[in-house]
């Protein structure tokens, strides 16, 4: 029991492996989708939804239009990082963060999680900064 406690202890404490782009876009490239593209994610990006409460959201509301800076959550007023790769070198490294924010900020601002197509085109985009 002592040698399996241990090693999960150990495999906790491990750091997470930073992953590359290439990985993240063979993790969201299935089969027979289109190859990705930065424009389909700018539109995306900038796209109106009307969210559940009537307000309309769109990626911008909280991240802003200059992704080298700082944005700020409009409910809760949490300060967010920049999105921009050259001035926030985290963006994009850790698998486990993507995931749970894509699948928090697809609901909150598009209403339903994004397809796999529409997360790998919000990277393309979001990484040319």
Not at 22 to 43: I, M, V
Request: proline share 2%; aromatic share 10%.
């Amino acid at each position: 029991m002592k040698k399996y406690l241990f090693v999960i202890l150990l495999s906790l404490s491990l750091p997470t492996q930073a992953i590359t782009l290439d990985d993240l876009y063979k993790r969201y490239s299935p089969e027979g989708e289109s190859a990705f593209d930065a424009e389909r994610g700018k539109q995306l990006w900038n796209q109106k939804h009307t969210a559940e409460d009537g307000k309309i959201r769109q990626c911008s509301t909280c991240h802003g239009n200059d992704l080298s800076k700082s944005g700020e959550h409009v409910k809760t007023k949490k300060v967010i990082d920049p999105m921009a790769r050259s001035v926030n070198a985290e963006r994009f490294t850790k698998m486990k963060k993507i995931k749970k924010w894509f699948k928090r900020n697809c609901k909150w601002t598009v209403g339903r999680e994004c397809t796999n197509q529409e997360k790998g085109d919000l990277i393309k985009y979001l990484t040319q900064f």
